[in-house]
């Protein structure tokens, strides 16, 4: 597991960029506030796999589309994240699309997940539907 404390710098970049972890996705994974648009809640959630946060994935992932084991992979060190595109996902829209690159350490090696991430309110939350990924090295 890796351990960060609430000062030091979110691992999704923080936004605004820079932001510490409380400042930014500590507060989503502890419940005391929600995700507004669909990229802070994926932000969030790259900072749930990078914490090994399982139950805050369970919690934001749809249930028609959520596996039963939400396990982060304990050998994948996720290391930093670039946003890449959005599309709607802002407060007051239905539905969104966030696209980013996730980069990682795993087994010795570094590589970068792309995602196409679809995401919906349900009950006024946004939750994870689904994505569409591409990488360049091993997929974790």
């Known amino acids: 597991m890796i351990l960060h ?3 030091q710098m979110c691992p999704c970049g923080g936004l605004p960029r820079g932001s510490s972890l409380s400042e930014c996705c500590l507060p989503l994974l ?3 506030r929600t995700a507004d648009t669909a990229e802070a809640l994926m932000r969030s959630r790259f900072t749930a796999f990078a914490l090994h946060d399982a139950d805050y994935l369970f919690r934001t992932w749809h249930p028609r589309t959520r596996p039963t084991d939400t396990q982060p992979d304990p050998e994948v060190e996720w290391t930093s994240l670039d946003i890449l595109d959005t599309v709607d996902g ?3 829209d239905q539905s969104g699309i966030v696209e980013f690159a996730a980069h990682y350490r795993a087994g010795g090696q570094v ?3 792309r995602e196409r991430s679809s995401f919906v309110t349900r009950a006024g939350r ?3 539907v689904d994505g569409e990924h591409e990488s360049a090295g091993k997929v974790p």
Do not use: F, I, K
Request: hydrophobic residues 40%; proline residues 0%.
């Open 5 to 7: 404390t609430a000062s």
């Open 30 to 32: 502890e419940g005391t």
């Open 90 to 92: 802002a407060v007051g």
């Open 111 to 113: 590589g970068t997940m």
């Open 126 to 128: 946004w939750v994870y």
